[in-house]
């Protein structure tokens, strides 16, 4: 992992996936864990982090090679401690690159049993604070439904905003700006 990107909270480790991350996770889930070295649970992946998310992300990153490395999943494990060791707690990150406007969107997703601990909103703060420290990046945004109030409270409680519908059917769109609302 020397080149890795690492993102470092008091409680999470965010680590930039990459092609090897991602193929490893789809062709040999059994070395995902000695390649993250930390335990990951057999309910893994998670949420719309699905088989289908990961060939997405490996797809993209066969195209972009390490210059698109950070504008995918990043994934959000769980420093080790009294309770329990160093664990795969859940995933996050960027849709890709930003767009012409400054954009970049984000996804997260927390495997159940780590879930109404913070950890969203830890992973969500992390990856927001990071997009804006490059220059050209206005805005983050992120889609949801009404179904999912938990999702709707983690944006709200990250500082984003209720700005529309979403691309896809039954979805809301949510925003945070470089710049606060006045």
Not at 86 to 107: C, H, M, N, Q, S
Not at 131 to 137: Q, R, S
Not at 154 to 177: I, N, Q, W
């Amino acid at each position: 992992m020397n080149n890795t990107k690492i993102l470092q909270s008091h409680r999470l480790t965010l680590i930039a996936s990459t092609l090897a991350h991602v193929r490893t996770e789809l062709e040999s889930p059994e070395q995902f864990a000695t390649l993250l070295g930390a335990v990951v649970s057999t309910e893994w992946p998670t949420g719309e982090y699905d088989r289908d998310a990961i060939e997405f992300f490996r797809a993209r990153m066969e195209e972009g090679g390490a210059e698109v490395e950070g504008w995918y999943g990043w994934y959000a494990v769980r420093v080790a401690d009294l309770e329990c060791p160093r664990t795969l707690v859940g995933v996050g990150g960027y849709f890709g690159p930003p767009d012409a406007e400054g954009t970049v969107e984000i996804g997260y997703s927390v495997l159940p049993e780590w879930q109404r601990r913070g950890y969203a909103s830890e992973m969500v703060q992390m990856l927001v604070e990071h997009a804006f420290t490059f220059a050209h990046i206005e805005r983050v945004i992120a889609q949801t439904t009404e179904a999912n109030p938990a999702s709707i409270a983690v944006l709200l409680r990250c500082g984003f905003h209720a700005a529309g519908v979403g691309r896809e059917f039954g979805t809301l769109r949510f925003e945070r700006s470089r710049t606060p609302r006045a």
